[in-house]
């Protein structure tokens, strides 16, 4: 059965001006593109469905976490992220408030940020202890990159002073080795997190259906999971046979040391393994990215507990995430490093350089994540490498003005995550929202990255704007390719997935600011409708 599809049709690719008026699908893929009644004289049987409105294909999230954010955005989990609750006094209210109608039952809120929630107290293990009692409690950091935690949820999740330090993380302790109520760094964090996740397997099947549909209903139909957990490919598989799947999902075991790669070769055009994934530092809102120059010495740095002049340190010295990574490389997989500093950054080029040189690969399409105070130089040996880059850009839209006077000056956060400067070097740039951390605004991130703009109207005093061509690319065509996936997906071509969004504006036209704010009106998925 063929399928014309008739619209203001942008199919975006190489020249993002061209439009057309139709297309035809048959199972699911494009056959042809031209006039209306060109299409549907070529197709005399086929069904036509008028779209209102703009047409583009479906965007792509390269670097998301599906599998844990429907976890810490659904209702098991307290929202006070600064996107949802603005100020300290309100996230204290609802800490407090949550404790009293507990019932003594665990408790678990995402999103501490005491960056943009100025005022927030220092939460170690006495103030958690003091506001929680006997009930266990972990706040999780905005940035997942961190968690606290009271007495009592140390001991639910099994941990105390004696508890060894996950490599490439750490349990905080105070002076006398006590813990001091602070996990760094997903294997410590995940350690405290455990009882929740055990809790929240039974609620999965919805839990991963609502949150892939909340993602499709923002204009995405292909999303990537970097730290995806393989427990969960049954339910998945499962989904996928009762036609539950409104995405394409793409997925990245994590990285473990001394681990040993998955094989390849399962997996299809609806779901798959694409790589693996390790982190070379952490985030800049808790202080450990490792860069060649200081933080700030301000009442924010001071409020996180950073000495004047405090640099951050990487999770592995080079040799530990060569060691780390070899064995993934070895097996064939693309490898992922989240790397915020320009010293993870310099680090992670000398493993994959290492790699590259020594098992000869030329389409490896290695991969560098967030890349906040990546340099210019940095991006051209990247892309002299084959390595590619997805940026973090809606860090600007909210810690624009903290990067800038807080944290790093206007040199070195004024310039943070810079996408002009990636497309420059001749990167294939992507953009991404990293799972729960900020809204999965796909049409914000290419406006941001135009524009350089805060939410509040601070323009960034560094750093170079992206084109809209640029822009529609990172999450249209360069995160396809980014994937693995440019045979499938990322352009309305003939031959690949029929799948396209149907939004209020012309993308290609309209202000950056407008650009922002586009409603997407329908998604389909392999031509089917499924928003």
């Known amino acids: ?27 699911g893929r494009i056959v042809a593109l031209g ?29 998301g976490h599906p599998g844990y954010s429907s976890i810490l955005l659904s209702d098991l989990v307290l929202d006070i992220r600064p996107v949802t609750i603005p100020d300290a006094a309100g996230v204290l209210a609802a800490l407090r408030e949550a404790v009293a109608a507990s019932d003594g039952q665990a408790i678990f809120a995402n999103g501490w940020d005491s960056l943009l929630q100025r005022g927030l ?49 750490h349990f905080g302790h105070d002076a006398s080795g006590a813990l001091s109520g602070v996990a760094v760094e997903e294997a410590a964090v995940e350690k405290v997190v455990a009882p ?60 473990r040391p001394g681990g040993t790669a998955s094989p390849r070769g399962n997996g299809d055009e609806l779901f798959r393994q694409v790589g693996v994934k390790t982190w070379s530092d952490g985030s800049p809102w808790i202080g450990n990215i490792a860069t060649s120059f200081p933080y700030l010495d301000t009442e924010a740095t001071r409020a996180l507990g950073l000495e004047p002049h405090h640099i951050g340190t990487a999770n592995y010295t080079t040799d530990q995430l060569h060691e780390i990574a070899e064995p993934y490389a070895a097996g064939g997989w693309q490898l992922s490093c989240h790397a915020h500093g320009d010293l993870a950054v310099a680090s992670t080029l000398d493993v994959y350089e290492q790699i ?8 490896h399409r290695f991969r560098l994540e967030h890349c ?17 880059v997805s ?21 070195h956060g004024g310039a943070w995550a810079d996408a002009g400067a990636a497309f420059a070097a001749g990167h294939r740039a992507t953009f991404h929202n990293d799972g729960w951390v900020t809204p999965n605004e796909p049409f914000r991130n290419m406006a941001v990255a135009e524009t350089r703009t805060t939410r509040s109207g601070f323009r960034m005093p560094g750093g170079i704007p992206v084109t809209r061509v640029q822009a529609l690319a990172a999450q249209t065509t360069n995160a396809a390719w980014q994937l693995f996936s440019e045979h499938e997906v990322g352009a309305l071509a003939p031959g690949l997935f029929a799948d396209f969004i149907v939004v209020d504006r012309d993308p290609v036209t309209v202000p950056a600011e407008e650009l922002a704010e586009t409603v997407v009106r329908a998604v389909y998925l392999a031509g089917v409708k499924v928003v």
């Not at 059965?1 to 199972?27: C, N």
């Not at 999303?223 to 997925?251: H, I, M, T």
């Not at 590259?356 to 389409?363: P, Q």
């Open 1 to 27: 059965m063929t399928t014309v599809f008739i619209g203001k049709v942008r199919p975006l690719g190489t020249d993002i001006r061209t439009q057309v008026e139709a297309f035809a699908v048959e199972e």
């Open 356 to 363: 590259i040189t020594r098992h000869g690969l030329t389409d």
């Open 35 to 63: 006039a209306a009644a060109e299409l549907t004289a070529q197709y005399p049987d086929a069904e036509t469905v008028a779209l209102d409105g703009w047409v583009i294909p479906g965007l792509i999230e390269p670097h």
């Open 372 to 388: 906040g105070a990546m340099l210019p130089a940095q991006f051209e040996r990247a892309a002299s490498l084959g390595v590619t």
């Open 121 to 169: 107290p220092d939460p170690d293990i006495h103030w958690l202890d003091e506001l929680a009692g006997d009930t266990p409690l972990v706040v999780i950091h905005n940035s997942g990159h961190s968690a606290y935690f009271n007495t009592a949820a140390a001991r639910a999740a099994g941990i105390d002073r004696t508890t060894e330090d996950p490599v490439g993380a």
């Open 196 to 255: 929740v996740l055990e809790s929240a397997k039974k609620h999965l099947p919805e839990l991963l259906v609502a949150h892939l549909r909340d993602l499709a209903r923002r204009g995405i139909t292909t999303v990537s999971d970097l730290s995806w957990n393989a427990d969960l490919n049954p339910l998945v598989e499962a989904l996928y046979a009762k036609g539950q799947l409104p995405v394409r999902l793409r997925w990245y075991e994590m990285s």
């Open 391 to 411: 940026l973090f850009v809606d860090h600007i839209t909210y810690w624009g003005e903290v990067l800038v006077d807080d944290l790093f000056g206007p040199e």
